[in-house]
């Protein structure tokens, strides 16, 4: 069967993607992503330390793009021009790669997004032919302005960066995905399994995760039960799920044929 | 003649003139996958070797590292 996530023009398997931060080592992040089955890891950008030795590992050498798609991302950026200015960082570190995660917070302890100076940035980028994945509020206005403005995916957030406080509002989320027409995938809050299988649910068209996987007990495992609960959770969309009925029980085995009627 | 440059934020002083190429060498990151600004502008990794740094200029040398 080919379900594919499609963003911009390129086919995806896995619909589950991860961050690369807060990893014990760069081996343990390498057992773990590979252990979540995913193509697209994000990456942050950060000032190299000029006394560092240059002999040191890189975490590019543990993921290499050759086998990954590198998603460069703007975390710890306050302003669409600190934001811009590190994506054309990324592009240049990454030979004139495209696909980015634009994120500009808006608060340092709760990091929700500043959507006007997000929406500023987006313009600026895909005018510079960027192909910008977008964090954003779950404000399906907001969202579909991002999409009106030709970002490729939009990527709400479910509860807080790093809180793993799972999906608050359902029923935001289902307005967005059913109104875009671009992928819409969950970016931050996912605690465990369960709640990337609830986004998958909803029809959310991928999950993109880091502190849920990095700080478990066991993140290599965790990594894999993500793998199978965006996969159960997808299929369980694209198979369509039974109706509700909250008063209205329904045995599953014949009532007839009991044993010790009379009749 | 010295080059004064900040890089990073801070100050570094250089004793002879330097292109963008001579001061990745100079800090060690040759070969190693690193992106450059300069004055705001990103430096082609194709022009590290014609660009020559003027005193005062701000550098700012980025990799990748873990991120979500």
């Keep these: 069967m080919d379900d594919r996530l499609v ?27 590979e252990a979540s089955g995913a193509e697209i890891v994000t990456v942050a950008i950060r000032r190299v330390n000029i006394g560092q030795n240059a002999g040191e590992p890189s975490l590019l050498d543990a ?9 460069p991302n703007t975390a ?33 302890e709760t990091l929700f997004p500043n959507m006007p100076e997000t929406l500023a940035a987006a313009k600026t980028l895909v005018a510079e032919g960027f192909h910008v994945m977008v964090y954003c509020s779950d404000d399906p206005i907001l969202a579909r302005q991002l999409e009106d403005a030709g970002c490729v995916a939009v990527m709400p957030l479910a509860s807080l960066i790093g809180s793993g406080m799972g999906i608050l509002n359902p029923w935001n989320l289902q307005i967005i995905v ?10 931050a809050g996912i605690g465990t399994a369960s709640d990337a299988a609830v986004a998958m649910e909803l029809g959310c068209d991928g999950v993109l995760m880091n502190t849920a996987i990095a700080k478990a007990r ?12 965006v996969e159960a959770g997808r299929e369980a969309w694209l198979a369509g799920r039974m109706p509700k009925k909250p008063y209205e029980a329904a045995a599953s085995s014949p009532a007839e044929g009991l044993i010790g009627k009379t009749a | 003649m010295e080059l004064q440059l900040r890089i ?3 100050e570094r002083r250089f004793s002879r003139p330097l292109t963008v190429r001579e001061l990745v060498g100079e800090l060690g990151f040759e070969g190693k996958r690193v992106a450059i600004e300069r004055n705001g502008e990103i430096v082609p990794r194709s022009r590290y070797g014609e660009v020559a740094l003027v005193d005062g200029d701000r550098l700012e040398v980025v990799v990748a590292v873990g991120g979500g």
Excluded: W
């Design chain 1, 218 to 229: 066991d993140p290599v495992r965790m990594g894999r039960a993500m793998k199978l609960a």
């Design chain 1, 76 to 108: 710890g950026c306050y302003t669409a021009e600190d934001a811009v200015r590190t994506l054309r960082l990324a592009r240049e570190l990454l030979d004139g790669h495209s696909l980015v995660k634009l994120e500009v917070l808006g608060d340092s």
């Design chain 1, 63 to 71: 993921l290499p793009p050759s086998r990954y798609t590198i998603l």
């Design chain 1, 178 to 187: 059913d109104r875009a027409r671009v992928p819409v995938l969950v970016d």
């Design chain 2, 8 to 10: 990073n934020g801070a």
């Design chain 1, 7 to 33: 963003i911009a023009g390129k086919a995806y398997r896995s619909r589950l993607l991860v961050g690369t931060g807060k990893y014990r080592d760069f081996e343990q992040t390498r057992l773990a992503v």
